[in-house]
T-cell receptor, first 110, second 113 residues
């Protein structure tokens, strides 16, 4: 099993739709969790950290389920500009190593 | 603030040639990283530097060397380029409230023929 797994997609959704991505991780000792966004041919940028109690930033909601070892990202009212690849990142282990998922591709269509 | 900068943006090398990728940050980050990103492989850590004067191997260090010249600069050297090193290279610094947020440079696209 990969340390961090994501559905690669692509997810094709119309503008205004709600879309959710999940990311599973294998190391139960994982400590911190993040979602990054990467636009085509650009560098990854932090979208949001994921807190144990869940957190929201505008149209974006991130949740953590430690029992089932997954994190999720919910995007409401999708915009064309949300089209990107969303990378799940987990900080794991005593060596505090960052593990990157391969990403989930989202295309929001007019 | 420029953030994290990388040079060059693009490079074409012949097999066996050498080159150095430059990275600089003005965000006062202690930690800096070099990644490569390949289709289907995601981001893979090549080397990192937890602080000025220290460097450590990451997941895929073979064929590369690094220098943490000072707190601002972290360079990646390919001594004898191979086609397998064709990739997009990203430099990052770590900071933020918990020191864990990665701030990336714009990347260097390298083609080795």
């Amino acid at each position: 099993r990969k340390e961090v797994e994501q559905d690669p997609g692509p997810f094709n959704v119309p503008e205004g739709a709600t879309v959710a991505f999940n990311c599973t991780y294998s190391n139960s000792a994982s400590q911190s969790f993040f979602w990054y966004r990467q636009d085509c041919r650009k560098e990854p940028k932090l979208l949001m950290s994921v807190y144990s109690s869940g957190n929201e930033d505008g149209r974006f909601t991130a949740q953590l389920n430690r029992a089932s070892q997954y994190i999720s990202l919910l995007i409401r009212d999708s915009k064309l500009s949300d089209s990107a690849t969303y990378l799940c990142v987990v900080l794991a282990g005593n060596n505090r190593k960052l593990i990157w998922g391969l990403g989930t591709s989202l295309a929001v269509n007019p | 603030n420029a953030g994290v900068t990388q040079t060059p943006k693009f490079q074409v090398l012949k097999t066996g040639q050498s080159m150095t990728l430059q990275c600089a940050q003005d965000m006062n980050h202690n930690s800096m990283y070099w990644y490569r990103q390949d289709p289907g492989m995601g981001l893979r850590l090549i080397y990192y530097s937890a602080s000025e004067g220290t460097t450590d191997k990451g997941e895929v260090p073979n064929g590369y060397n690094v220098s943490r010249l000072n707190k601002r600069e972290f360079s990646l050297r390919l001594e004898s380029a191979a086609p397998s090193q064709t990739s997009v290279y990203f430099c990052a610094g770590a900071g933020g409230a918990t020191g864990e947020t990665q701030y990336f440079g714009p990347g260097t696209r390298l083609l080795v023929l």
